[in-house]
């Protein structure tokens, strides 16, 4: 009478609805990034304009994931995420209605406030369902939905702008949100914990909020983030405006290919997950094997730095896919070194600090990143975030050297 093969049949059913929602919360993200150029006509926006309402969007997702994770530790993941996935898509639906920047700037800062939810309640559920050599390829999958997301969005988002027009497309990628809701309510009740989920020994101890807030790793980890997370959001918001403004693509050429960049960011997540997790079962320490793969990572993103050069559009794609594959590999082993190494009680609470030192980056950079698109000098950034992977990997691999850790034992 076994119960292993129905334990593990669900806990992959919950791990394909973290892909969906994911996937979800980067086309709702997307969305605005795809139709940037078509918005800014519409309501008359400067970029300027755009880049302050993209960091009205990473201020809000800052902000929030100081109290994400602790709701999610204290709801636990099923409730949380619920209410996460609701809150984000219908401030999306109100996209599709906005006037004005003001406007704007509004609905995608309440946007914000519901998306960082998703990046606590994730590896929250993974810290419970998932063993130490699984637990990399787990956190790949449903960080490769952003992935997908971003890859699905440009076609998807295009075709319904240019169909049904702009408004039609936030309606309607954030009506999705709500048949996600269904099948994760359906599925998660019907799913039984796995017995020592939360860990033995020193990995149940709760630390207080004092240990939390002066643990070496915590902070290097989220000081990690914030520097190599901009080179992402500079992918994601501005690279389909770099080659439409800087490149003279047009939208529907940026539709028809921009995907690639993110298919490749797929790779990048499954393999760097997966790479670790084949190390920790050849005996590594699971904390050794991150940071392996994460140095590896950041041995390749410095190579974006040619597209400076403006090469020929297939090279450029190419670099681009080439620093999206390296950056979600480095992102991925991050965050399950984060679950690796702190407790699993508060994983959640534990991980929106880290995770908010991405928002840090993002809205630093933002500005940085709008003033030189305003008059189209791509190429100094392109050279600036070629350094930000090798830095963040040094600041890492000192943080969890002398930080204290939670030995978290292996289980099946």
Known sequence: MSVAAPRSRIRWAILALLF?????????RQTLS??????????????????????????AYTIAYLGVGWVTDRLGPKIALTLFVAWWSIANMVTGFVQSAGQLGTARFFLGLGEAGNYVAAPKTVSERFPPQERGFAVGVYTAGAMVGATIAPPLIGWLALTYGWRAAFLVTGGLGFVWIAAWLLVFRKAPKIEGSEGEGESEVKWPLRRILSDRGVWGLAL??????????????????????GRGMTLMGVAATAWLVYLAADVGSIFGGGASGRLVKRGLA??????????????????GALIATQPSLALTYALGALVALAHMAFLVNLTTLAVDIFPPRQVGTIFGLIAAG?????????????HFAEGRDYAPLF???????????????FSISRARRVPVPSRV
């Open 383 to 397: 050279l600036a975030m070629a350094a930000l992977h090798p830095i963040g990997w040094l600041i890492a691999r």
């Open 34 to 59: 795809i139709l940037a150029t078509t918005i800014q006509a519409d309501l008359k926006l400067s970029d300027t304009d755009y880049a302050g309402v993209v960091q009205l969007f990473l201020i």
């Open 224 to 245: 990690a983030r914030s520097i190599t997370d901009p080179v992402w959001y500079f992918y994601l918001f501005w690279f389909p405006k770099y080659l439409i403004d």
């Open 20 to 28: 969906g929602s994911t996937v979800l919360n980067y086309v709702d």
């Open 286 to 303: 699971p904390a050794t094997s991150r940071l392996r793969l994460m140095g590896f990572a950041a041995c390749l993103a410095p190579l």
């Open 358 to 370: 991405s928002g840090v980056g993002g809205i630093i950079s933002t500005g940085i990143v709008g």
